[in-house]
Nanobody, 117 residues
């Protein structure tokens, strides 16, 4: 059974930092890309970042470039999203997803990130 479990969300002030974790199990970790998506109330889900371990490649949505960093610890089957210089616009539920960056197949339950002004 494929499982993706997010953690690390919380409440921070603008300019602060959070580190999200996505713990994966139930599949061959390096056969899948792992991405982070987010959705704010009343807004469409959007891709934030994605990493392909096998291809050693990363993707960042324009609004987070230079502020967020995605990384992986393959031994722990875990992907991280280091979020710095957070803005109120970053407030959303953040979801971990596995598969193809542009069309993931498996999803976690999400973790709330709230950035106060």
């Amino acid at each position: 059974e494929v499982q993706l479990v997010e953690s690390g969300g919380g409440l921070v002030q603008a300019g602060g930092s959070l580190r999200l974790s996505c713990a994966a199990s139930g599949f061959t970790f390096d056969d899948y890309a792992i991405g982070w998506f987010r959705q704010a109330p009343g807004k469409e889900r959007e891709g934030v970042s994605c990493i392909s371990v096998s291809r050693n490649s990363t993707y960042y949505e324009d609004s987070v470039k230079g502020r967020f960093t995605i990384s992986s610890d393959n031994a722990k089957n875990t992907v991280y999203l280091q979020m710095n210089s957070l803005k109120p616009e970053d407030t959303a539920v953040y979801y971990c997803a596995a598969g193809i960056c542009t069309a993931p197949r498996y999803w976690g339950q999400g973790t709330q990130v709230t950035v106060s002004s």
